[in-house]
């Protein structure tokens, strides 16, 4: 019997991974700290938005995401994220990406998916619909497979297997799993600790919009972020703090997922049959097995599959816990990315007060100023506001949180000399 009991890799594995979090790589991998900011107007007219740090949407998709309904749960994954017909992702490997090295790291990103998933990954520098991997200023994805290429963009920064893999995530229709209905139960979000202009960055989806499948939430999922940021995401059993952003590759509930999801019976057709201990039917031979067969846990992140019949039980999945937990109070005065002195340096401080209160608070020496300034905090924040946008039902949230002087939320907007003088103290 498969001892199921044997849980050291999957207790200790985060703890052990020394280095940047999945998180910090996504925030430092961006050359310019303006690649986040929400609003993107594209070159040939068209309003993105940058959510969640590495998530590329259309302004309706943001919308219609982030839009509250009384409606039914629906599997939003299928009507919002395309998924890929018939389980074939086509991809481009552009020639911005051009190091032998940083081509295998995704190489090797896709084969992860293609060793766990129903997905076949098939290169083509023609199909209308293509992931196109590409050099760029980021970290980022589109959610699910759009009308027209779509950029997985990887800056030096970003080129490791695990960011990879967390990009492909995104394209075939993932969510971050912090960002799920359910993830109060599972973690809380300190909003008092976050930057008003960074709240879009956690807000989460509506149960009306995001299906997690039957599959239960994943502190280790490699869709989960980490503890870059102290205070922000707080999990609720305890034992898990230290290890949610792991950027080792998909997880068994990832997999789990991948494979419900993309339920392809015409391309990979299995027999359809109820798996105990939650696992699941896999379609292709593995590990020396015939196809179809029912998979579990092991509870080895690193090798995170096994038979179902050769264990009595799943692994134990998080304690449940009270909401009356212990959390960071006081903003910790702390920047966020690493090259602040350089950004300091290039006189950002002054000329970027709304950015750099955002990243490099503790260079720029802005802990603990400006809380009662009614400001915008993009230089964007007049077009949507012109465009009538600070009212929308998918979007009122966020204009109120980053653009309140632009939607006409301050009683008297802050005079830009004030803002100086109080965050510069000159």
Not at 21 to 39: C, N, Q, T, V
Not at 299 to 308: A, N, R
Request: hydrophobic residues 30%; aromatic residues 8%.
């Amino acid at each position: 019997m498969y001892k199921i009991n044997n849980l050291t890799n999957y207790y200790l594995f985060q703890r052990h991974v020394t280095g940047k979090s999945l998180d910090k790589y996504i925030i430092d991998g961006a050359p310019r700290a303006e690649m986040f900011d929400f609003i993107h107007v594209m070159p040939e007219g068209e309003v993105m938005v940058m959510t969640e740090f590495d998530l590329l949407l259309s302004l309706n998709q943001y919308k219609r995401l982030h839009t509250r309904t009384n409606r039914t749960k629906r599997k939003a994954r299928r009507d919002l994220t395309t998924r890929w017909t018939n389980c074939v992702v086509h991809y481009e490997i552009t020639k911005t990406i051009n190091s032998s090295s940083d081509v295998r790291v995704i190489e090797d990103a896709i084969e992860e998916w293609e060793t766990y998933t129903r997905l076949t990954f098939k290169e083509s520098n023609t199909s209308p619909q293509r992931i196109q991997f590409t050099d760029g200023g980021g970290c980022y994805s589109m959610l699910g497979m759009q009308d027209k290429p779509q950029p997985v963009v990887l800056a030096p920064g970003c080129r490791t297997k695990g960011v990879v893999v967390h990009e492909i995530g995104h394209a075939v229709g993932w969510i971050h799993e912090h960002m799920r209905p359910d993830r109060d139960d599972f973690i809380f979000v300190n909003l008092s600790l976050i930057p008003s202009s960074q709240w879009q960055n956690y807000r989460k989806y509506d149960t009306g919009e995001i299906d997690p499948y039957g599959v239960r939430y994943d502190y280790l999922s490699i869709m989960h972020y980490g503890s870059t940021l102290p205070g922000y995401i707080t999990t609720l059993d305890r034992e898990y703090q230290d290890r949610i952003g792991q950027r080792h590759g998909l997880t068994f509930k990832d997999i789990k997922l991948a494979n419900v999801m993309y339920d392809c019976p015409d391309v990979k057709g299995c027999p359809r049959k109820s798996c105990p201990h939650n696992g699941f039917v896999f379609h292709e031979p593995f590990k020396g097995e015939p196809r179809c067969q029912c998979w579990c846990d092991s509870g080895d992140v690193e090798d995170p599959l096994v038979l179902c019949s050769l264990i009595d039980r799943e692994p134990p999945g998080p304690n449940p816990v009270s909401r009356g937990i212990t959390a960071l109070q006081d903003t910790p005065c702390q920047d966020v990315r690493d090259d602040c002195q350089e950004m300091k340096a290039d006189g950002n401080c002054m000329a970027r007060l709304e950015l750099m209160m955002n990243w490099c608070s503790k260079t720029c020496g802005f802990c603990g100023k400006g809380e009662e300034l009614c400001m915008d905090h993009e230089m964007s924040c007049h077009l949507l506001a012109a465009a009538g946008q600070c009212m929308d039902e998918g979007l009122r949230s966020t204009m109120i949180s980053l653009c309140p002087a632009s939607c006409g939320l301050c009683g008297a907007v802050t005079d830009p000399c004030a803002i100086q003088n109080e965050l510069l103290g000159s």
